[in-house]
Nanobody
């Protein structure tokens, strides 16, 4: 199993940028599709982006497409989420997650597809 720790959240003004990082432990990190999800107060956990185990494939929610970029460094066991042009509606706790199945990628994904989760990092965008 992969253990995950997110960092990089904070308070930013509308239009600003943040980069979230997720550090993973476990020798099999490079075998898993990774995802970012977010959860606003009182709402369900929503899909943000996924990246395949090799990093060659990515997929984004429509709400963040063109503004967010997911990337990974398998040598460092990290996955990042670069967030530009932030909006108040991006305010949420952001979670990184590792897929349940090794070497499986489907693009759009759901929380139930992921077996390992970080503790989350808060992102607040002020208007």
């Amino acid at each position: 199993q992969v253990q995950l720790v997110e960092s990089g959240g904070g308070l930013v003004q509308t239009g600003g940028s943040l980069t979230l990082s997720c550090a993973a432990s476990g020798r099999t990190f490079s075998s898993y599709t990774m995802g970012w999800f977010r959860q606003a107060p009182g709402k369900e956990r929503d899909f943000v982006a996924t990246i395949s185990w090799s990093g060659g494939l990515t997929f984004y929610a429509d709400s963040v497409k063109g503004r967010f970029t997911i990337s990974r460094d398998n040598a460092k066991n990290t996955v990042d989420l670069r967030m530009n042009s932030l909006k108040p509606e991006d305010t949420a706790v952001y979670y990184c997650a590792a897929h349940k199945v090794q070497r499986y990628y489907s693009g759009r994904a759901y929380p139930g597809d992921f077996g390992s989760w970080g503790q989350g990092t808060q992102v607040t965008v002020s208007s």
